[in-house]
């Protein structure tokens, strides 16, 4: 992979996958493509996910090659487990230090044996290098991660990246990563949907309570359930495989959302070490606050098209719903920044209309994204006591200096509080989130297909609520027990200095104890220090303008949980801390002292090996033994060495970006493309096991995913056992054992595109005269499927719903199969069917409106659009002037304001705005979190105005009797 500096703060951007000649570093834009599958199998339990991805690569040369593929994860995974398979063999990779690893991975691929490296570029993008696959030979990599999930609204939110977008490098970005990491290599030769590989996917839920609801925004998925079992579903793609071209989305709803949960963990593999974890979802609600709001608008050139009109839809909802008593700026940058007003300014009709005014005109036309300055602009900016300030960022996040950004926020934290908003496929999760938590406010984030107009009133109305303070967990260990306490040591006269604070009797990561938001997820972890007994009550507690707040939760020891899922988790954390400069190890204050930068990396590369954990100093490396392979005559990192064999040519795969087309550099800044192919897959078959686990107290019928975990069975011949057992990681107590199914595949010849159909027990797959060697990854298929096809065999009494997106009316069609070198109608074909539909115009058709298809004649408006046509008509105050545009939209004629006006003795523009408030409340309930602050302004101006008009009506009142006239 290869990023050329062309001039400073310039980078070319090259995008796909492409041969480079080891030697001249040229691209050679011929060589076939490594990698040609990748699959997913989940297993939520309850808010804690864990995936396993398997990629497979094959190499139809000649000569022996190095596939490299950079891919995105999770911001918050703990990587803790990498395999290789090839020719039935497992090779299991361990953590070391990152250039250790890295010496040992050259220096196998020296001597001729098999080398898998997997790095972390940055927190949610790592990198794999493939070395030494043979000619004809085909490898399984196999990684495995944890991570809780988010919260949205009663549902939680399962993520699955998978695109990367480039990186823009600024000119004073020095940091020495950035060469390397900074910005990701592209080099598109097929165009959307051509490149041959893409995603399946295989989700098992067990949730504590009944699964209701799962749902897509990104994607068509079939979910199977069985109504003996309803906290169990198990979720595939509708289409069987997918295009990595967007980020993919799974939202499940549970009977009873979000309950609070203490666990405590012992790993009797590291000598009894105990660990804990708390979760929980806190609700409240506080007087809102006035105050001051920047919006910080991302107009660089990256945020161009669709992305750009979801910032100005997005910014438009937050300027209409501000309260009254507020003031506001608006901040936008590239490579340099706009300011819309000096400073910020009160929350008139006339400043409303410059704004609005001026989103309408904001395009992606600054250039790069430098984020940094704009920041820095706000820091210096003065405040007032009586505003506290809440800076909104409304970004895609392709920025190179992260780490800069993040500091900078963290800069400013005792000034301002910080949201981010993520805008978009391929947006940065590391820099939104980091950003979040430095500036101990919240993220959000929304992709093409979701609705946006939620999550901006959820984090305007976080903005607006007051700062619980003094929030802190105590862990009921405030005091080291005597029986763990050491005998004093006698003191010696030379050199004796105060003593250092008491060691505590555990660590908590977070360090900082995160921020509390109404319906937000909190979590943190302590690992317990050896000897100290459990405790009994674990609380929280906040200080808020209302009084001080608290809950506390009871440890249950009997209940105690075996495993290192919960040590894996805190101890991820932990190194996020060492990362970002919040750690214990980077305070000055209470008896801590500001460890050294080299102190830190030690400390990182501790928790790493400790925990088999990829980290920035930690990778994972894994060699396979070749005996009687040619050596070299001297030392690889010699200026001459001698190759008595091929040496290896690097494939280098291509790393998606987001669906778009390729674009000319924006401002000699770079360009932007990406493009990826639909594939197909049949649902892998159900494992079961017997063993309890993390939730087998709860529903007695959960496997032990934070406990034991069954031994994988021996290698079958061909290799396909090991590969076959991913799917037993979580198992299933009650669930019907089902055997594998054999495999069918569908290929096409590359030089005649002739569909071959054939059935294997394993996944076989052809391409032209080359015959792919046999890989044991039953998950993978070919063939003609359905979304009923797609899930394992289920009891007769058994239900399943398919659901796709929102916007899709036609979802029933049967999806076709296809090869992996289709031409484009093939492949516009196979987009259609993941959907299963006419594929969609993701360009949003209307102001701060979900994407949507245009409706046909005769069908009935949009509620959304409805919705959107009502927060326009609001005035500043909360009022509703009687006009014809407002009779309109709520479907009554123009004189009825007028007639209910006289029949009810009060204004006009009273039965206005009791009418539109009636709407919402009656038509449009389903989006009540999407209006909730403009039917408080308009409840506030009723209320008012009715008094001044002297009515004995309240506002509820006068809403009930006006709703029997809509």
């Known amino acids: 992979m290869t990023t050329v500096i062309v001039q400073p703060g310039t980078v070319q951007i090259l995008c796909g996958l492409y041969r480079v000649d080891v030697h001249t570093d040229s691209i050679i834009p011929s060589a076939p493509i490594p990698l040609h599958g990748v699959h997913v199998e989940a297993n939520v339990v309850d808010m804690v996910t864990e995936v396993t991805l398997t990629q497979q690569y094959s190499n139809y040369e000649s000569v022996p090659i190095e596939a490299r593929y950079v891919f995105p994860l999770d911001e918050g995974a703990a990587v803790c ?29 020296a001597r001729g044996d098999g080398a898998y490296l997997l790095e972390q570029a940055r927190a949610d993008i790592f990198s794999i290098k493939v070395g030494n696959l043979p000619p004809g030979k085909t490898c399984a990599i196999r990684i495995t991660y944890i991570v809780a999930l988010k919260v949205e609204g009663d549902a939680v939110r399962f993520l699955l990246p998978t695109t990367v977008a480039p990186r823009y490098t600024p000119y004073r970005d020095t940091q020495e990563a950035v060469p390397s990491t900074g910005v990701i290599s592209h080099f598109n030769y097929w165009g959307l949907g051509r490149a041959p590989y893409g995603l399946s996917l295989n989700v098992n839920c067990e949730m504590r309570s009944p699964i209701t609801k799962a749902s897509s925004p990104t994607h068509g998925i079939a979910v199977t359930q069985n109504s003996a079992t309803p906290q169990r579903a198990q ?81 438009t909802l937050f300027l209409k719903s501000l309260p009254t008593n507020s003031r506001f700026n608006i901040v936008g940058f590239g490579d340099s920044y706009q300011t819309l007003f000096p400073e910020a300014v009160g929350y008139s009709q006339a400043n409303l209309n410059t704004a609005l005014k001026h989103v309408s005109t904001m395009d992606a036309n600054l250039g790069g994204t430098e984020l940094l300055a704009p920041l820095r602009a706000i820091e210096r900016m003065k405040t007032r006591a009586d505003f506290p300030r809440q800076v909104f960022v409304l970004t895609d996040g392709q920025v190179s200096n992260t780490d800069q950004v993040i500091a900078q926020v963290n800069s400013d934290s005792k000034n301002a509080r910080y949201f981010a908003l993520g805008i978009g496929s391929g947006v940065s999760h590391h820099l939104v989130e980091g950003i979040a938590r430095a500036g101990k406010g919240n993220a959000q984030f929304v992709v093409d297909g979701e609705r946006m107009e939620t999550k901006v009133m959820r984090q305007l109305k976080d903005a607006i609520q007051p700062s619980l303070t003094d929030v802190r967990v ?22 004796y200095k105060k003593p250092e604070p008491a060691e505590r009797p555990f660590r908590q990561a977070p360090f900082t104890v995160p921020p509390v938001f109404d319906g937000s997820r909190f979590l943190i972890f302590a690992f317990l220090k050896p000897g100290v007994p459990a405790p009994k009550q674990v609380t929280i507690h906040a200080i808020s303008p ?5 809950v506390a939760l009871d440890v249950k020891e009997e209940e105690t949980l075996e495993g290192n899922t919960i040590h894996r988790m805190a101890a991820r954390t932990m190194i996020r801390d060492l990362e970002e400069g919040t750690s214990f190890m980077h305070q000055s204050t209470g008896g801590y002292k500001r460890a050294t930068d080299d102190a830190i990396k030690k400390e990182i590369v501790r928790l790493g090996t400790t925990y088999s954990l990829a980290s920035r100093h930690t990778s994972f490396i894994a060699i396979e033994k070749r005996p009687n392979q040619p050596q070299f005559q001297s030392s690889w990192f010699g200026e001459s060495y001698i190759v008595p064999k091929p040496q290896p040519v690097v494939r280098n795969t291509p790393t998606l970006s987001p669906a778009s087309s390729i674009s000319a550099p924006l401002g000699g800044r770079g360009g932007y493309g990406g493009g990826a192919p639909r594939m197909r897959s049949a649902a892998p078959p159900t494992s079961t096991s017997s063993n309890s686990g993390f939730f087998g107290q709860v529903t007695g019928a959960i496997g032990s995913m934070f406990g034991s975990s ?15 057992a991913q799917a037993q990681r979580l198992s299933y107590a009650s669930a019907p054992s089902a055997a594998p199914s054999p495999m069918a595949y569908e290929s096409y010849s590359a030089d005649k595109r002739k569909k071959s159909r054939s059935s294997s027990g394993s996944n076989a797959m052809l391409d032209g005269a080359v015959a792919k060697p046999a890989m044991a990854m039953p998950s993978m298929s070919f063939a003609r499927s359905s979304a009923a096809a797609a899930a394992a065999p289920m009891p007769r009494k058994e239900k399943e719903m398919k659901l796709s997106r929102a916007s899709s009316d036609d979802d029933e069609e049967e999806a076709e199969g296809f090869g992996l070198f289709a031409d484009d109608s093939v492949n516009e074909c196979m987009m259609a069917a993941e959907l299963g539909q006419e594929r969609l115009d993701l360009q949003p058709q209307s102001l701060f409106m979900a994407q949507q298809q245009s409706r046909p004649a005769g069908r009935a408006a949009d509620p959304s659009q409805t919705l959107q046509t009502i927060v326009n008509l609001q005035l500043i105050d909360g009022a509703f002037e009687p006009t014809q545009a407002l009779a309109t939209a709520l479907g009554v004629a123009p004189g009825l304001f007028q007639t209910l006006a006289a029949s009810l003795g009060v204004s006009a523009g009273v039965v206005a705005a009791a009418l539109a408030l009636a709407y919402l409340q009656t038509k449009l309930s389903q989006f009540a979190e999407d209006w909730e602050m403009i039917a408080n302004k308009a409840n506030s101006w009723l209320k008012k105005t009715l008094k001044a ?14 709703t029997a006239s809509l």
């Open 949 to 962: 008009e002297s009515s004995p009506r309240s506002p509820a009142d006068l809403v009930r009797e006006v």
């Open 235 to 315: 979720i595939a793609l509708a289409a069987g495989l997918t295009a990595l071209d967007r980020d993919l989305i799974v939202l499940v709803e549970t009977q009873t959302p979000h309950e609070p949960r203490l666990c405590l963990e012992t790993d009797p593999e590291a000598n009894g070490s105990r660990a804990m974890m708390l979760t929980l979802v806190p609700h409240f609600e506080l007087d809102d606050i006035k105050c001051e709001v920047i919006f910080v608008v991302d107009r660089s050139g990256s945020m161009g098209g669709s992305q750009i009109l979801q910032a100005r839809n997005a910014l």
């Open 710 to 724: 069954p031994a994988p069975p021996p290698p079958a011949p061909g290799g396909a056992a090991p590969m076959q």
């Open 81 to 109: 487990e990498f395999e290789a398979e090839i020719d039935g063999q497992l090779v299991s990779g361990v953590v070391k230090e990152k250039e250790e690893a890295r010496r040992e991975y050259t220096e196998a691929v």
């Open 546 to 550: 209302d009084g001080p707040l608290e």
């Open 474 to 495: 105590n862990w009921g260990l405030d005091e080291i027990p005597a029986a763990v306490v050491e005998p004093p040591k006698v003191k010696s006269l030379l050199g």
